[in-house]
């Protein structure tokens, strides 16, 4: 029987340990992200791994959480993770650039790739056939300064899609639907792996949605073919 979409992705990445469900293996990371909400510490973080350079093949900054300037703390926070992506050639997204998951998938995502991320809704950039995973800034920070991330390989959790939605409904249907069937706690463990004809009806902001809203079934991750 040939792997799945999500364990290809994975074989291509492995670094260290086998891919058995329940195992713990190091994966190479491609892409991360960070928001200012989560990235102040990651990059506090990262300045004591005495790094020079980033080891992925991009790294992103995003300033979209705390953009209301009612006190110094903020605009303080905003800078030091300016200078940080000045630093260690990270992206940086100033404040009104936009969402890091949403822009990150319009931007940066690629089929086949691995992103980590200090943002809950990472997993959006499963639309694009992308493993994207939610992680703590701490795990972010190592994956910028070494290029890896330990992680329990998931079981699969395969979502077969049929026909296509009826002109009242949408993508969040969908997902609203099967956290209904498995509560927010049905997907963890596991990665939601989407299939079967009815993909093919739903477009990649389509996709990106459901993946999006994978976060609340506590799911490592979500992702979809890309076509």
């Known amino acids: 029987m040939g792997l799945s979409l999500a364990m290809k992705?994975?074989?291509?990445?492995?670094?260290?340990?086998?891919?058995?469900?329940?195992?713990?293996?190091?994966?190479?990371?491609?892409?991360?992200?960070?928001?200012?909400?989560?990235?102040?510490?990651?990059?506090?973080?990262?300045?004591?791994?005495?790094?020079?350079?980033?080891?992925t093949q991009n790294s992103l900054a995003y300033i979209d959480h705390n953009i209301l300037q009612q006190g110094f703390e903020n605009a303080d926070d905003h800078e030091f993770i300016k200078s940080a992506a000045n630093k260690y050639g990270i992206t940086f997204s100033k404040a009104g650039g936009g969402i890091c998951h949403q822009v990150n998938l319009e931007q940066f995502a690629k089929p086949g790739h691995t992103l980590l991320g200090?943002?809950?809704?990472?997993?959006?950039?499963?639309?694009?056939?992308?493993?994207?995973?939610?992680?703590?800034?701490?795990?972010?920070?190592?994956?910028?300064?070494?290029?890896?991330?330990?992680?329990?390989?998931?079981?699969?959790?395969?979502?077969?899609?049929?026909?296509s939605l009826p002109p009242y409904a949408n993508a969040k249907d969908v997902i609203l639907y099967i956290l209904g069937r498995l509560t927010v706690k049905g997907g963890t463990g596991y990665i939601m792996e989407y299939s079967g004809e009815g993909v093919r009806s739903l477009s990649v902001t389509d996709r990106a949605t459901i993946c999006n809203m994978g976060a609340e079934l506590g799911a490592t991750t979500s992702i979809f073919p890309s076509d």
């Open 9 to 55: 992705i994975l074989k291509s990445h492995l670094l260290k340990g086998e891919l058995i469900p329940g195992e713990e293996i190091a994966i190479r990371i491609d892409q991360t992200l960070t928001q200012d909400s989560t990235g102040t510490m990651a990059y506090l973080q990262l300045e004591a791994m005495d790094i020079e350079n980033v080891q």
């Open 118 to 163: 200090s943002d809950s809704h990472t997993p959006t950039g499963g639309g694009l056939g992308e493993l994207a995973i939610g992680a703590g800034g701490l795990e972010v920070a190592v994956a910028m300064a070494r290029g890896f991330y330990f992680v329990k390989v998931p079981k699969i959790y395969r979502v077969n899609l049929k026909g």
